[in-house]
C-alpha cells in the first residue's frame, strides 16, 4: 500500500491486516523496493496523486521486475 495520508493507511491497514500481510510505503520509489524484497504481491495499493515516482512508473517496475 502507497499513500501519505495517515488516515487512510490506518483504515485500510486495519481493514485488510486479518486477511493479507499488508506492507506499507509512503513514497512510490520505496513502494518498488519493497514489493521487490518480499516477493511478488497480490495486491497494490496506490494514491494516484504520487509525485516523486507515480503510480503507473511503480507498475512499470513490479512488471519489469
Known amino acids: 500500500m502507497v ?4 488516515e487512510n493507511i490506518a483504515m485500510l ?3 485488510l491486516k486479518g486477511e493479507y500481510k499488508v ?3 509512503l ?3 520505496n513502494a518498488s523496493g519493497l514489493a521487490a524484497s518480499d516477493g511478488s504481491p ?3 495499493l496506490q494514491d494516484i496523486r504520487l509525485s ?3 503510480t503507473y512508473g511503480v507498475c512499470w ?4 521486475g
Open 3 to 6: 499513500d501519505i495520508a495517515p
Open 23 to 25: 506492507n506499507v510505503a
Open 27 to 29: 513514497l512510490g520509489k
Open 42 to 44: 497480490d495486491l497494490t
Open 52 to 54: 516523486a515516482l507515480d
Open 13 to 15: 491497514n486495519f481493514l
Open 61 to 64: 517496475q513490479l512488471v519489469s
